[in-house]
């Protein structure tokens, strides 16, 4: 495989094909980025079929496309399959929002307090939320157009965060051991769940985003019930 000149520190998949985007990808297959210690991030096609990394030509394992802006290691990267876009964030610098064909699309100007990356993506409405390790942490998000909307302190280093599929709300789980959704409008918790055995390394939610997988560093899984359709209405119906 042909790509980065350093250590891979970070990826991001998703099984969304992006045909629309990229000429040549299979609506069963997906891409998948990952960003390096050499300040790239690059874009891999995977074949459904095949089960592997494929070039552009379907068979020699290469990257698509070197996304570059970066001026240091990239310490967190996500991709959207829907929008064909990807958001990217080193220490000290922009947060960069690329096409996954290579072209940069903005540069996004952090807060100075901010230096510390360690979580990002992107929703359904094109806004990005990053999660930064500086002090207690940082959550922040910023619109498409890259003005910041909103930022939150915490109380805990973040180890995970997802959103559900509208973008309507950010879910949390880190050192505290709780999960906690939270409106991304406001980023104010709106649902917390009960404390798990330990801190939550990975969160999930299912097709129907009626359960929230949590995956827990000592290797257990905890499985909640939110209706997350039924928060939505609570908010609408209290004018939130």
């Known amino acids: 495989m042909f790509g980065h000149r ?5 990826i991001s998949i998703t099984e969304v094909g992006i045909s629309l985007h990229i000429p040549h990808t299979r609506l069963a297959d997906g891409i998948i980025v990952t960003g390096s210690r050499d300040a790239t991030v690059c874009v891999w096609d995977w074949s459904g079929k095949l089960q592997r990394v494929t070039g552009i030509d379907g ?7 070197v996304l570059t802006g970066h001026v240091g290691q990239v310490e ?14 080193s220490r000290g610098s922009p947060i960069l ?10 540069k996004i100007k952090v807060p100075a307090q901010f230096s ?6 992107i929703t359904k409405r094109c806004e990005i939320v990053a999660h930064y390790a500086d002090m207690s942490g940082y959550l922040a998000v910023f619109a498409p157009n ?9 109380q ?5 965060m997802i959103t559900d599929r509208e973008g309507n709300f950010l879910i949390t789980g880190g050192f505290n051991l709780t999960p906690v959704v939270r409106s991304i409008k406001t980023l104010s918790p709106v649902l917390r769940l009960a404390p798990c055995q330990s801190a939550v390394r990975v969160l999930s939610l299912s097709q129907d985003q009626r359960f929230l997988i949590a995956g827990l560093t000592n290797g257990t899984i905890n499985i909640y019930p ?15």
Do not use: F, W
């Open 59 to 65: 068979k020699h394992a290469s990257a698509r496309s």
């Open 76 to 89: 967190c990267v996500h991709v959207s399959g829907e929008q064909g876009t990807v958001v990217s964030a």
């Open 116 to 121: 510390i990356p360690s979580s990002i993506l």
């Open 226 to 240: 939110v209706d997350l359709r039924r928060i939505v209405g609570d908010q609408y119906s209290t004018g939130n």
């Open 156 to 160: 805990e280093q973040v180890l995970s």
């Open 97 to 106: 929002l690329h096409r996954v064909t290579g072209e940069l699309i903005r």
């Open 146 to 154: 890259g003005d910041i909307m909103n930022t939150q302190e915490l």
């Open 6 to 10: 350093d250590l891979v520190t970070c």
